[in-house]
């Protein structure tokens, strides 16, 4: 999927990679994991074949990254799906520092602005250095990322490649 990406407009980039792991299956953490929340990296993702939010907005994430995205264009957002009335992740790009954020997400297929996904409340976001709280579409400036705890878990065992495999088999 990266190899067919490279060399294409970011647009196009941020559409197959949305495309790609949104064919992926939605699995809660408990049930796949063993665990409230588990933060997979894109290979464990990859590997169980499911995943919860968090891990479809970090494989889409780390893809893009890959492929050439700056971070500084990428954020990961958690946000309120009202709707649904939890708490969900999705991911934001910027294509430049001021303008409105795309949202790519697993429950909408089609990446739309943020603002036409009145669905959604955001909270906070990330990137791999900095955290923002939500108050409007470009955040406040909240710190560094490393203060989230499962995040730098996460960022260890990708660097490490210390995978986990799935508690359970989620199809049975």
């Known amino acids: 999927m990266l190899a067919g990406l490279q060399g294409k407009s970011e647009k196009q980039q941020l559409i197959g990679v949305n495309e790609f792991f949104n064919q992926l299956n939605f699995v809660d953490d408990i049930r796949l994991w063993g665990r409230k929340d588990y933060w997979a990296t894109p290979l464990e993702f990859l590997g169980s ?3 919860d939010c968090e891990d479809f907005t970090i494989a889409k994430y780390f893809s893009l990254l890959e492929l050439g995205i700056s971070d500084q264009k990428l954020r990961l957002v958690y946000v309120k799906a009202i709707e649904l009335n939890q708490f969900h992740m999705v991911l934001a790009y910027y294509e430049t520092p001021r303008s409105q954020p795309l949202i790519l997400d ?4 089609e990446i739309k602005p943020a603002s036409k996904r009145g669905d959604l409340l955001p909270i906070y976001s990330f990137n791999g250095r900095n955290l923002w709280t939500m108050k409007t579409t470009q955040g406040k400036l909240a710190g560094k990322s490393s203060r989230l705890k499962l995040w730098n878990d996460l960022r260890s065992r990708e660097r490490s490649l210390t995978l986990r495999k799935p508690k359970v088999n989620y199809d049975e």
Request: proline residues 0%; hydrophobic residues 45%.
């Open 49 to 51: 074949n499911a995943g």
């Open 106 to 109: 697993n429950l909408i297929g």
